[in-house]
């Protein structure tokens, strides 16, 4: 389980698009969709609790939830953010961030961070914005509220960090990278005392108080004849597995970091533009195609690989407990067995599309969709 940072001394798609400098702008991975695939008929062998369910406004942006001490936070692309207790529906406070956005939401318990299409980051508490700040770069990650600091990872590669108190700027990372990016979520999360970071094909440990490299590791090595065929940067969010990262490099590859040592365990050559799920059994992603696999945790061996799923345009993959979950294109949550890829139970939404992972806390999932359906269920 990921833990967040500590208070210092320092001893957390509309389908996803390519958007790879003005010349890509307007390009769609999903111009021509094929037919999805039907619904496979299905005997549960999982059973959840229904816990409740929300409608929220529209969410044209992959919005993942902030779930943080026994609280979930969602954000609406009109700029309302909204704030629950995990285990009821009635809103605890809603702010309006003043424009509409682009990333987010960053959720510390206390705080929600947004960024909006203006390239500001907004910062709100107890239904009032607490400040706002221009950013440099357009952002597609959702902001880092962690340690009492707000972390952005830009499309330009480059980490910001601000005081969560007051928005005071702390620190920017900026580093020589590739010209073109891909617009997608990238890797931004805590470990232990370190900010971990995706920059390009690399994972990069971060000092949290003061931006200087701790570690650079290689996660893939890009390959090919241009630049747009080169972009290999990390989907996120990463799945942590105690001191293993693993994570998605953009329609490259799968693979696995022990970052305490400083080691690639394994690498595995599949394209797909969402995050991998799974646990210390299986990993488990989905290819462009949505043709499922998963691969074994401990050496990256082909487990199993199945097509049931297959252009049903599904989202990231979120572990929860024992199982993995996915939505789709049409509203459905796919509950799979990751040493299988059994389908154990199918949960259905308001139809809309769900374009990000699902969050976990505990026994707890939610997921947003498209039409602004916020829903959560318990596993027994």
Same mark, same amino acid.
């Given at each position: 389980?990921?833990?967040?940072?500590?208070?210092?001394?320092?001893?957390?798609?509309?389908?996803?698009?390519?958007?790879?400098?003005?010349?890509?702008?307007?390009?769609?991975?999903?111009?021509?969709?094929?037919?999805?695939?039907?619904?496979?008929?299905?005997?549960?062998?999982?059973?959840?609790?229904?816990?409740?369910? *929300? @409608? #929220?406004?529209? %969410?044209?942006?992959?919005?993942?939830?902030?779930? &943080?001490?026994?609280?979930? !936070?969602? =954000? *609406? @692309? #009109?700029?309302? %953010?909204?704030?629950?207790?995990?285990?009821?529906? &009635?809103?605890?406070?809603? !702010?309006? =961030?003043?424009?509409?956005?682009?990333?987010?939401?960053?959720?510390?318990?206390?705080? &929600?961070?947004?960024?909006? !299409?203006?390239?500001?980051?907004?910062?709100?508490?107890?239904?009032?914005?607490?400040?706002?700040?221009?950013?440099?770069?357009?952002?597609?990650?959702?902001?880092?509220?962690?340690?009492?600091?707000?972390?952005?990872?830009?499309?330009?590669?480059?980490?910001e960090a601000y005081d969560a108190l007051d928005g005071r700027y702390l620190w920017r990372l900026q580093r020589s990278s590739d010209p073109l990016s891909v617009n997608i979520h990238g890797v931004l999360m805590p470990m232990g005392d370190t900010l971990v970071v995706g920059q390009g094909a690399r994972l990069v440990g971060v000092d949290p108080s003061r931006g200087s490299v701790r570690w650079d590791l290689p996660m893939a090595t890009p390959r090919g004849s241009n630049e747009v065929e080169r972009l290999a940067d990390l989907v996120g969010p990463a799945l942590r597995l105690d001191d293993t990262v693993c994570a998605r490099a953009f329609q490259l590859a799968v693979a696995c970091m022990d970052v305490t040592r400083g080691a690639l365990?394994?690498?595995?050559?599949?394209?797909?533009?969402?995050?991998?799920?799974?646990?210390?059994?299986?990993?488990?992603?989905?290819?462009?195609?949505?043709?499922?696999?998963?691969?074994?945790?401990?050496?990256?061996?082909?487990?199993?690989?199945?097509?049931?799923?297959?252009?049903?345009?599904?989202?990231?993959?979120?572990?929860?407990?024992?199982?993995?979950?996915?939505?789709?294109?049409?509203?459905?949550?796919?509950?799979?067995?990751?040493?299988?890829?059994?389908?154990?139970?199918?949960?259905?939404?308001?139809?809309?599309?769900?374009?990000?992972?699902?969050?976990?806390?505990?026994?707890?999932?939610?997921?947003?969709?498209?039409?602004?359906?916020?829903?959560?269920?318990?596993?027994?």
């Amino acid at each position: 389980m990921i833990q967040p940072f500590k208070r210092f001394s320092w001893p957390r798609p509309a389908l996803t698009g390519l958007l790879v400098g003005a010349a890509l702008s307007g390009c769609s991975l999903w111009s021509d969709k094929p037919k999805p695939a039907p619904l496979e008929s299905l005997q549960p062998s999982a059973s959840v609790s229904a816990l409740w369910s *929300a @409608s #929220d406004a529209r %969410v044209d942006f992959p919005m993942q939830p902030g779930l &943080a001490a026994n609280r979930v !936070a969602t =954000a *609406a @692309s #009109d700029g309302t %953010v909204t704030v629950r207790a995990l285990e009821r529906a &009635a809103p605890l406070w809603t !702010a309006k =961030a003043g424009a509409r956005l682009s990333a987010g939401v960053g959720f510390d318990g206390e705080r &929600a961070a947004v960024v909006t !299409a203006d390239n500001e980051l907004v910062v709100l508490t107890k239904g009032q914005v607490a400040w706002r700040k221009r950013l440099a770069s357009r952002v597609s990650t959702a902001p880092l509220v962690a340690g009492e600091r707000v972390f952005v990872l830009g499309l330009d590669r480059a980490v910001e960090a601000y005081d969560a108190l007051d928005g005071r700027y702390l620190w920017r990372l900026q580093r020589s990278s590739d010209p073109l990016s891909v617009n997608i979520h990238g890797v931004l999360m805590p470990m232990g005392d370190t900010l971990v970071v995706g920059q390009g094909a690399r994972l990069v440990g971060v000092d949290p108080s003061r931006g200087s490299v701790r570690w650079d590791l290689p996660m893939a090595t890009p390959r090919g004849s241009n630049e747009v065929e080169r972009l290999a940067d990390l989907v996120g969010p990463a799945l942590r597995l105690d001191d293993t990262v693993c994570a998605r490099a953009f329609q490259l590859a799968v693979a696995c970091m022990d970052v305490t040592r400083g080691a690639l365990r394994w690498t595995r050559n599949a394209g797909g533009v969402h995050a991998v799920g799974g646990n210390a059994t299986a990993i488990v992603g989905a290819d462009g195609s949505d043709r499922m696999s998963g691969w074994r945790a401990e050496s990256g061996e082909l487990l199993w690989s199945h097509e049931r799923l297959l252009n049903r345009q599904l989202g990231g993959i979120a572990t929860w407990g024992s199982w993995v979950a996915v939505g789709d294109a049409q509203g459905q949550v796919h509950v799979l067995d990751p040493s299988s890829g059994k389908t154990l139970i199918r949960l259905s939404t308001d139809g809309g599309v769900i374009q990000a992972a699902p969050r976990v806390s505990g026994k707890v999932m939610v997921v947003v969709t498209r039409k602004g359906g916020v829903y959560a269920w318990q596993a027994p």
